[in-house]
């Protein structure tokens, strides 16, 4: 297997069941000896979910707000339901993986990030080993964004967390010295004030876009997640995981998308 640092990709909830080749691509990626770490949501599903339940989905600056009763349709849907559905899918083409979450092997550790937010992650600490054990032995990593809050000795022990994905892969990315983070969502790539594409950025403008608004939802926690990763990871990439073979030419050195560099 190639020693070479891993790929972190962050497969939006956007995507998932659209008519792309995410997980051909992941596979092909594999058999290249490539290897690929995949955090995965699941937003529209746990939408769906917690409206059976008769809960309203709240965001603040693109960021779920979670209460109890909310996050237990979170850890079901997202570790459970959404991660198994696509370790089958990938282990149907042929691809070696694993699914686990964050609060496997104490891979993401947290603090609650902001009352506003409620029960939503901020990570601590990262223990890659989980991730590292699995890419030795040859095996996808496919995580789902869920953390742990541990509390050793205290009466309550530990509390299960909602974390963002795209904060989990900029998180991930930096912990294993990615060679590249690579965002798949379901827009072109990061647009500039009039709508437009941009296709290279330096993370200075990124903060610029989140002071000014222009970034706004979904692309805040992304960009956010590039200024965590950057300091390790030499590039990242956002663009349309929908199109046919984007993973393969996320790869690549093309225009496709938004690059985005320290």
Known sequence: MSTDAPVVVKLGG??????????????????????????HGGGPVITQWMQKQGLTPTFVRGLRVTDAPSLDIVVAVLTG????????????????VVGLSGADGGLLQCEIANQELGL??????????????????GYIPLIAPVGIRLRVGSRDGCTLLNINGDTAAGHLAAALGAHRLVFLTDVEGVMDGDKRVISRMQLRSARDL???GTAAGGMIPKLEACVTALGRVPAARI??????GALLRAMGDGTEGTWIVP
Do not use: C, Y
């Open 210 to 212: 989140i002071a000014a």
């Open 14 to 39: 956007s995507t998932l069941g659209s008519a792309d080749t995410s997980f051909h691509d992941l596979v092909a990626l594999q058999r290249q000896g490539r290897t690929p770490v995949v955090v």
């Open 239 to 244: 663009l349309d995981g929908r199109s046919p």
């Open 120 to 137: 939503v992650g901020e990570v601590v600490k990262v223990n890659p080993q989980p991730v590292v054990d699995l890419l030795e032995r």
């Open 81 to 96: 339901l959404i991660n198994k559905q696509l370790v089958g899918a990938i282990t149907a083409l042929g691809g070696k």
